[in-house]
């Protein structure tokens, strides 16, 4: 049942590539962020009223920027874990019921270690 080496190679590299351009979409989120940070602390709108309503959505951006990159830490961690299946060679085979996932699924989605009914499951709660 397990994945043949040469079927897993295609997975790696795919998974190597997402996780380059992950890391690069964080970077340069966390890199805006602080732009954005140093922007308002450096007292060059000390001239301009602060209105409230301004500060909201300002904290209501920093956090929808925050949980993205939350969200693409989660997935950078799901590709670590599946590149380490890889190594181990167990990618491919369900973490929870340890049925082979579908290539159509591992294709959609090359990082989860779930088959679709754990996946509903999961999701259920
Ligand atoms: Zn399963």
Redesign the pocket.
Known sequence: MVMKKQEMKVYKERLLALRARLRGDVNQLADSALKKNRIEGNGDHSAMPIHMADIGSDNFEQEFTLSLMESEEGTLGAIEDALERIEAGTYGT??????K?PKTRLNAIPHTP??????EQFQKG
């Open positions: 369900c973490d929870e019921c340890g049925v996932i779930l088959c679709v009914k754990c996946a």
